[in-house]
């Protein structure tokens, strides 16, 4: 048995041992660190040797999902979990920070903390709809006295007022409760509502499980106050484990332009994303949702289940997508933990960030989505460097000199010219992209690749964060498969094991294939490197990967930035562009 094989197993009798003791009100994998999770740290001991320099983070402390983001009266809003004592999670209320561009954020007063019977153990995740003539409202999950999941409802205080300081719980809370055999410590994260006109009904989804099948729940109202569930979910799919931070939306078959929720019309499909509690990834379908029968059906194109096709390969949960009205676009939002211990996290005073948020579209061949950084990412470049034809033997690096490699911006396109040489692919590896970047990594020579980026390197590559791709032939197709990989193995001289499960640190390698046919022997590469955030992105968004990462040496002035092949085919660097990233001017300063 494959190794990928034996940990899906063992993955699936943990799901079913979770599933069978139901686990009550505290999600599984938020580990609970009770000494620390109000150890708070002054702002002056905050470290700030691995913060980002343009991510979205408050001051201090932990933060994790995106919630409610929204655009209202010229003002973006993002909420998201946050504990305002301490390092890690718990604690947990909906911070709350407004924007007019998305790059620059004013903190404002947490818009949700627990005060009620309805939410006195917890508010967790949610969304913001946007009501025609009643304003933008709140849906969230709240745990109860005895740690039942149940959803409320938030409603501001002032209308006219465009950055919404004062949110109200109406006493009439909560508006969906687990009544009907839906399982209540498993019954989470209300997803925007769309509204139907022909029957005049909102709609809403809540994710859950039943036993180890991942379950979507529907619940529709027409005053968005009375819910009532509908005869089935409107998707579920066995071993998936709980779904989490479910997101449901329409993408245009026909223009590069977002739709709004509620759209309904010709030239558009239907996307259900949720996120796995059991494995801490998500994964999306695109397919049909039949407005009459309250049912969606995927494609069939690509898997329904852990290997379908994911937002974004590596670090990266929790994730929400909002319609922007005013540029047309969906804008997703998603989560990177950290992957070091909760002991450096409490030390160096915070934990996690929102990444840089990231349009979403369909492709052009209809079968996934393609992701980039928002337009506005790029007010904030400075100096820029380029490098053009620049031929690269196998074993060759060149270093992108004259910027500040820990805080960049670098897009290149490589040419790999012929892929004769590329390696015949195993088939047996269709479906286990990881698997075969760990057996090939970025040291291993092949025929086309690996080649691609060294990020946040030491100069003798003591270490180095390698996002490389290489190029493989599939007979069954007759085209390239070409895998992308981003490794953080090298990253650190930190070492990865511990005593105690506070002290570890977790240094994966990500990958995933591109569905690139390189006719023309090009593809393409994007990474936003922000200290310890490698973001990347292959052939213009087809395939992201996140790494985090927390360099000993190659930090601050001291990163390195190459490019490299380790390929036996010649590559050519056709071009490359890379610019110094400026910190925005506001970035959540007197966040509590």
Not at 165 to 173: A, S, V
Request: hydrophobic share 35%; with cysteine.
């Amino acid at each position: 048995m494959s190794a990928s094989k034996t940990i899906s197993a063992l993955l699936l009798l943990v799901l079913i041992n979770i599933s069978t003791n139901n686990i009550n009100g505290v999600d599984a994998f938020h580990k609970i660190f009770d000494k620390l999770q109000s150890k708070s740290t002054s702002l002056e001991v905050v470290s700030h040797l691995h913060r980002t320099g343009f991510h979205f983070q408050p001051p201090r402390h932990w933060i994790n999902d995106p919630n409610g983001p929204m655009v209202y009266k010229g003002v973006y809003h993002l909420f998201y979990q946050y504990n305002p004592k301490g390092a890690v999670w718990g604690n947990i209320v909906w911070a709350h920070s407004v924007s007019k561009d998305l790059i620059n954020w004013e903190a404002l007063e947490p818009a949700i903390y627990p005060s009620k019977w309805f939410d006195i153990n917890g508010t967790w995740s949610g969304s913001a709809t946007q009501i025609p003539g009643k304003g933008p409202v709140i849906l969230y999950t709240g745990i109860t006295e005895n740690h039942t999941q149940i959803q409320n409802y938030a409603i501001p205080q002032d209308l006219s007022d465009p950055y919404l300081k004062t949110w109200i719980k109406p006493d009439d809370n909560p508006i969906v409760q687990p009544d009907h055999g839906e399982n209540g410590s498993a019954f989470r994260d209300p997803t925007t509502a769309w509204f139907n006109k022909k029957d005049g009904h909102w709609r809403i989804l809540v994710g859950s499980k039943k036993k180890s099948r991942g379950v979507a729940y529907m619940y529709k109202s027409q005053d968005f106050k009375k819910w009532t569930k509908t005869k089935r979910p409107i998707h579920s799919r066995k071993a998936t484990g709980m779904w989490e931070c479910p997101d449901f939306f329409p993408v245009s078959t026909d223009k590069k332009t977002g739709l709004d929720t509620s759209y309904e019309g010709p030239n558009m499909k239907h996307v259900l994303k949720v996120s796995l509690d059991l494995t801490r990834y998500e994964y999306y379908t695109l397919g049909k949702y039949d407005t009459e029968k309250d049912r969606y059906k995927p494609d069939g194109t690509t898997a329904d289940g852990w290997d379908g096709l994911r937002l974004d390969y590596g670090n990266f949960y929790a994730s929400k997508t909002f319609f922007d009205d005013t540029k047309n676009r969906r804008i997703l939002w998603g989560w990177a933990n950290e992957s070091d211990s909760a002991v450096e996290d409490t030390l160096k005073g915070w934990a996690g960030v929102q990444l840089i948020p990231r349009t979403v579209l369909l492709d052009s061949s209809g079968k996934q989505l393609v992701f980039w950084p928002i337009e506005e990412i790029e007010s904030l470049r400075g100096k820029n460097v380029q490098m053009n034809n620049k031929k690269m033997e196998m074993g060759q690096r060149f270093e992108v000199e004259g910027i500040t490699p820990a805080q960049v911006d670098v897009d290149v396109t490589f040419n790999v010219g012929s892929l004769e040489k590329a390696e015949a692919f195993d088939a047996s590896y269709a479906t286990k992209p990881l698997d075969l970047c760990n057996l090939k990594g970025s040291n291993v020579t092949g025929g086309v690749g690996p080649f691609g980026l060294i990020t946040l390197a030491t100069s003798d590559l003591q270490e180095y964060t390698p996002v490389f791709f290489r190029v493989f032939k599939d007979a069954t197709t007759n085209k390239p498969k070409v895998l992308m990989c981003s490794d953080a193995k090298p990253s650190t001289l930190k070492t990865d094991t511990g005593t105690d499960s506070t002290e570890k640190m977790y240094k994966p390698s990500f990958a995933g294939f591109v569905d690139v046919d390189m006719a023309d022997g090009k593809i393409s590469l994007r990474s936003l490197i922000d200290h310890s955030v490698v973001e990347s992105f292959a052939a213009k968004g087809k395939t992201v990967i996140t790494s985090r990462v927390y360099p000993t040496k190659a930090v601050g002035d001291n990163a390195h930035l190459f490019v490299f092949n380790n390929g036996s085919q010649p590559v050519t660097v056709e071009s490359l562009n890379a610019w110094n990233m400026q910190k925005p001017t506001k970035m959540n300063q007197g966040a509590k």
